[in-house]
Structures are given as C-alpha cells and as structure tokens.
C-alpha cells in the first residue's frame, strides 16, 4: 500500500538556522512521482516541487534543496538560512498508482522560524 | 495563474442542516478533488471527479456527496451536517493530460457544525 510519513509532527528553528523536513515513503510502484507542497498560514497548499522515481538528482532553488533516495525510500526538504516567512505547514505527497493524479499525502511537518 | 476559488472562506452551520462547499477553477482542468484536512492527519481525500458528472469516492467518502454539473465547477455536499465534519475542506484542481501531476489547490474553507 501507498504511504507516506512526516514523523516530524513540529519543527521549532530560530532565523538563519538550516532546517531538514523528512519524508519517508512506501510504494509498491517503478514509476512514481514524490511532491512537496507548502501550506501558510493563509491556507491554500502552495506546489514546491515534483520529483519522478527515475530522476534522483538533487534539487536546489534558492534556499531550499531535495535530497531524493530510492535506496532509502527519502524526499527530504532542506531550507537554507531559514526566514520567519518559511513559517508553514508542509506536506510531503505521492501519487497513488502510476498515470494517476491522485495523492496520498503525509501528515504534515508546522515549521515556525522565530526572529 | 491558476485559479481556484471557494464560495466560503469560514462557516459556520447547525447539526443536521444540508451544506453546499462550491468550487470553481478557471484553467479548463479535468480532474477535481474534495480534500478534508485535520490535526494530525494531514490531507484526506473525500471524492474525486475525472469528468462532468463523473465522479469516484475517495478515502473517506461517508456523509458526503459531490456534484459535477460543468466542468468548472465541483461541488461538495454534507447532507446532514454533524460535529464531527467540523474540518478544514480544501478543493483542488489537476491537468492529468498535461503530465505534471500537480494539483492546484483552493484557499480552503474552515466549517464548523455547532
């Protein structure tokens, strides 16, 4: 069965500390696709970024960086010198079955970045 | 841009009366979902509809309905609402022929059943 896990349940950081979000995943799939999505305090889940099982580079854009690894079943989210605007909910995601859109999604990492 | 909009940002409503979440995306999308998030449990899928007037239950279909009449436009329905559907509801909205797989998400409305 599909699953994915954010044991991290809140992450606590103050300004300019480096911050890694985990997400561990189970699937039983060759091709799938591994998202992360950002949730501020406004509400509506923001797309980060999508992965697909056959490309396992890493990802970096600005501060944030993906660590992707098959071998351990790992989407980790690394955010560099973290700001208080990084302050959100984030979720971890995989789709359910290969050619489908639909999502199965981790429980969510609350991330605050005090001043 | 994406847009997904949500008729209600916050609602408030009584055990037992019908509710009505509408909505609506503007890119032409095929593919809709209706989402329930919850502390501790991250984002459950309620129905998703591939197609006007199609439609597929999701993991926790139980006391919802949905609707699909344009394919804008999705509807989701508590036909008798109870305390414990007192949730974050958030819509989404895909483009499966376009082979990203992402969804778009609405800003969500928080409904609370008294």
């Known amino acids: 069965a599909q699953k994915v896990t954010q044991a991290q349940t809140e992450i606590s950081v103050v300004e300019k500390e480096d911050v890694t979000l985990d997400c561990v995943y189970e699937?039983?799939?060759?091709?799938?696709?591994l998202f992360w999505y950002k949730q501020p305090p406004s509400g509506e889940l923001v797309f980060l970024i999508r992965?697909?099982?056959?490309?396992?580079q890493n990802e970096i854009s600005g501060r944030y960086s993906w660590n992707f690894q098959k071998s351990t079943s790992s989407f980790n989210f690394t955010i560099t010198a973290s700001q208080v605007v990084d302050s959100a909910v984030y979720f971890c995601a995989l789709t359910r079955s290969y050619n489908t859109d639909k999502l199965i999604f981790g429980t969510g990492t609350r991330l605050q970045v005090f001043p | 841009d994406v847009k997904v909009t949500q008729s209600s940002r916050y609602l408030v409503k009584r055990t037992g009366e019908k509710v009505f979440l509408e909505c609506v995306q503007d890119m032409d999308h095929e593919n809709m979902f209706w989402y329930r998030q919850d502390p501790g449990l991250g984002l459950r899928l309620i129905y998703f509809?591939?197609?006007?007037?199609?439609?597929e239950k999701g993991d926790i279909p139980e006391g919802y309905s949905v609707s699909r009449e344009k394919k804008e436009r999705f509807s989701l329905i508590l036909e008798s609402a109870s305390t414990n559907q007192t949730s974050m509801y958030l819509c989404?909205?895909?483009?499966?022929?376009?082979?990203?797989?992402?969804?778009?998400f609405g800003p969500g409305t928080r409904l609370t059943v008294t």
């Open positions: 989404a909205s895909s483009d499966l022929a376009g082979g990203t797989y992402e969804q778009y």
């Open positions: 699937t039983r799939d060759t091709t799938y696709y």
């Open positions: 992965r697909n099982s056959f490309d396992e």
């Open positions: 509809s591939y197609d006007v007037k199609m439609k």
